[in-house]
C-alpha cells in the first residue's frame, strides 16, 4: 500500500506531570496540540492513584492553564472517573459537581474528558464552551457504543485501547459510523481483552477520589495479575496493546491522527523521551521505555520528598491490611517498573526495531484476540524481540506467587 505519512496531520495529547518547565519543553514539539491533567485528587477521581502523583493545588493547575495558552497548547482536564460513587444522585453531590464545574469552566481549560454519559450532557448543557472527550473508561469498543456518544454530544471519542488498538476491522467500521473526532492511546501495555479492566478502572478512580472512605490505599491487584503474566509467559509482551512509533501509519491510513501519550506520573525526561518518539515515528532501544509501567515514586527520579512521603503514609495503614504486605507490595512494584533501559542492564528487554513487520503481519492476516490458540505468529516475533534476564525473571515471578495465594487464603490482610 503506498501511503504518504508526511500528509498526515498528527495530533499528540500529551500527559502533564506538573513537573516546572514541562510545557514549554513541549510546545518545541510542534505535533503537540493538547496536554491532559488534573489535581491529583478531586470529587471525580482519574485513571491514576493520587500517591503516584504531584501534589498540585488550584493554583498549580491555574499557572498551568496559563503557561499551556501561552504557549499555544489546549489543555484538557480529567473528570473521568469510572463512576461518580452515587455523587450525583444526592442533593450536596450535586451541589459538588456543578460548583467543580462552574470553577473548571472560569479557569479557561478548553475540553474535559468524562466517562459518564451524564457528566457528557451537563458539561454541554451548562458549559457549551467546553470541548467534551468520551475517555478510555467509557469503553468504547463498538460502532454503536461510538454512535451512542456521539449522539450524545461528544467532540472526540478515545477508544478502547484493550478492544480497539489490535482490531483493524473494528477501528475501520467505527471510522466510518462516526463523524467525530477519534482518538487512541498509543503507549499502553495492558493485554489484550483483559478481563480485569473494569475492575482496574474502578480501583484507580477510589485511589484518587478526594473523600474516599480509602483515603488513596489501593492494593493493586490488578497490576500484580497482569505483570506475572507477562514473566510467566514472555509472549505476553507482545501481545499487548501498544502501537510502535513506526507503526502509526497503519492507523493514519483508516482516518486515526489523533494520539494519546500516557503515563501522568512519568518522570519529565522520560515523559519528553516518549512524545519526540511518537512526534518522529521512530525509535531505536527498549520499547519499554516508551511503552512499560511507569510510576514516578522512585529517590532516583527526583521525585519530591513530599510525594515520597505521602505514598508512605498512604500504605500505612495496619487497620486495612498488614504492614508486612504493603511492604511485600512496594518490593513488588519496584521489581516490575523498571527504570533501566540499556540492552546490558534491563531486567526485560524489548528490542523495538526488532518488531519492524510485526503489525503489518496482524493487520493482513487477522487478529482473533477470542483465542490465540493454534496461531503462533506472536510466539515467534516475542522469541526474536523479547529478552528476560532469568534470575529477575524467577526471583519476580516467586514474589508475584506468594502475593497472589495470598490474595486467595486472606493472609494479606
Not at 499551556?68 to 482536564?77: G, L, M, T
Not at 473528570?79 to 444522585?89: H, K, P, R, V, Y
Amino acid at each position: 500500500m503506498l501511503f504518504n505519512v508526511r500528509e498526515m496531520i498528527m495530533k499528540l495529547s500529551v500527559a502533564y506531570t506538573f513537573e516546572p518547565g514541562l510545557i514549554e519543553k513541549l510546545s518545541e514539539i510542534p505535533e503537540v496540540h493538547e496536554i491532559y491533567g488534573k489535581l491529583n485528587s478531586d470529587i471525580f477521581g482519574g485513571g491514576r492513584s493520587s500517591y503516584t502523583l504531584r501534589q498540585v493545588s488550584r493554583g498549580k493547575l491555574e499557572k498551568a492553564i496559563r503557561t499551556a495558552h501561552a504557549c499555544k497548547i489546549r489543555f484538557n482536564y480529567l473528570i473521568n472517573g469510572a463512576t461518580l460513587g452515587g455523587l450525583e444522585q444526592t442533593r450536596q453531590g450535586q451541589r459538588r459537581i456543578r460548583k467543580f464545574l462552574e470553577y473548571l469552566d472560569k479557569s479557561e481549560i478548553d475540553a474535559v474528558t468524562v466517562a459518564s454519559p451524564y457528566l457528557l450532557r451537563l458539561v454541554k448543557k451548562k458549559h457549551p464552551r467546553l470541548k467534551v472527550r468520551a475517555g478510555v473508561f467509557a469503553v468504547i469498543d463498538s460502532p454503536l457504543k461510538a454512535k451512542q456518544w456521539e449522539d450524545m454530544g461528544a467532540d472526540t471519542l478515545c477508544l478502547s485501547s484493550i478492544a480497539c488498538n489490535r482490531d483493524f476491522e473494528k477501528l475501520e467500521r467505527i471510522r466510518k459510523t462516526v463523524s467525530c473526532g477519534l482518538q487512541l492511546i498509543v503507549n499502553a501495555n495492558c493485554l489484550s481483552a483483559c478481563a480485569y479492566e473494569l475492575t482496574h478502572m474502578d480501583l484507580l478512580t477510589r485511589s484518587s477520589r478526594k473523600h474516599d472512605t480509602l483515603k488513596g490505599f489501593c492494593l493493586d491487584y490488578c497490576i500484580l495479575h497482569c505483570s506475572s503474566e507477562r514473566l510467566r509467559n514472555p509472549v505476553n509482551y507482545i501481545r499487548s496493546i501498544w502501537i510502535r512509533p513506526e507503526d502509526l501509519y497503519v492507523y493514519e491510513s483508516m482516518g486515526y491522527t489523533n494520539f494519546k501519550i500516557i503515563e501522568r506520573s512519568c518522570p519529565g525526561d522520560l515523559l519528553l523521551k516518549r512524545v519526540k518518539a511518537y512526534s518522529m515515528r521512530k525509535f531505536d532501544g527498549n520499547l519499554l521505555e516508551i511503552a512499560g509501567q511507569v510510576a514516578q515514586v522512585k529517590k532516583e527520579q527526583n521525585v519530591p520528598g513530599s510525594q515520597y512521603l505521602r505514598m508512605i503514609k498512604t500504605f500505612f495503614r495496619p487497620d486495612l491490611a498488614k504492614l508486612s504486605t504493603m511492604l511485600a507490595l512496594k518490593k513488588y512494584g519496584e521489581s516490575i517498573i523498571i527504570h533501566r533501559y540499556g540492552r546490558e542492564n534491563a531486567p526485560v528487554y524489548i528490542d523495538n526495531r526488532s518488531l519492524d513487520g510485526f503489525l503489518e503481519s496482524i493487520r493482513e492476516k487477522g487478529c482473533d484476540m477470542v483465542s490465540c490458540n493454534g496461531c503462533g505468529r506472536c510466539d515467534i516475533w516475542a522469541e526474536k524481540a523479547v529478552f528476560i534476564d532469568k534470575v529477575y525473571r524467577t526471583q519476580v515471578l516467586g514474589m508475584a506467587e506468594t502475593l497472589e495465594r495470598g490474595l486467595c487464603t486472606g493472609e494479606l490482610w
